[in-house]
Nanobody, 121 residues
Framework: EVQLVESGGGLVQAGGSLRLSCAAS????????IGWFRQAPGKDREAVSC????????FYVDSVKGRFTVSRDNAKNTVYLQMISLKPEDSAVYYC??????????????WGQGTQVNVST
């Protein structure tokens, strides 16, 4: 059974940090790029970041550049999203997803259930 399980969300004050984890199982993790998305109430889902299968090329949406860092540990089948200098507008449910290819091509086969991030003022 394919599973992507996010963890690490929570409530943090503005300026604070969180590290999200995405633990994968049930598929060949090394072959898939992994993306992070977020969705705030009343807003469309937004692509936040992505990392290729080989821990190489990464992508970040402009609003998080310089504040978020994506990384992966293929030995642990886990991808991380380190978030610093958090802002209230970062509040959302964060999801990870496995891309159809080893690169961040935007075709996602598998999705996690999400983890809530709330940033207070």
């Amino acid at each position: 059974e394919v599973q992507l399980v996010e963890s690490g969300g929570g409530l943090v004050q503005a300026g604070g940090s969180l590290r999200l984890s995405c633990a994968a199982s049930g598929f060949t993790f090394d072959d898939y790029a992994i993306g992070w998305f977020r969705q705030a109430p009343g807003k469309d889902r937004e692509a936040v970041s992505c990392i290729s299968s080989s821990d190489g090329p990464t992508f970040y949406v402009d609003s998080v550049k310089g504040r978020f860092t994506v990384s992966r540990d293929n030995a642990k089948n886990t991808v991380y999203l380190q978030m610093i200098s958090l802002k209230p507008e970062d509040s959302a449910v964060y999801y990870c997803a496995a891309d159809h290819t080893p690169f961040c091509r935007g075709v996602y086969d598998y999705w996690g259930q999400g983890t809530q991030v709330n940033v207070s003022t």
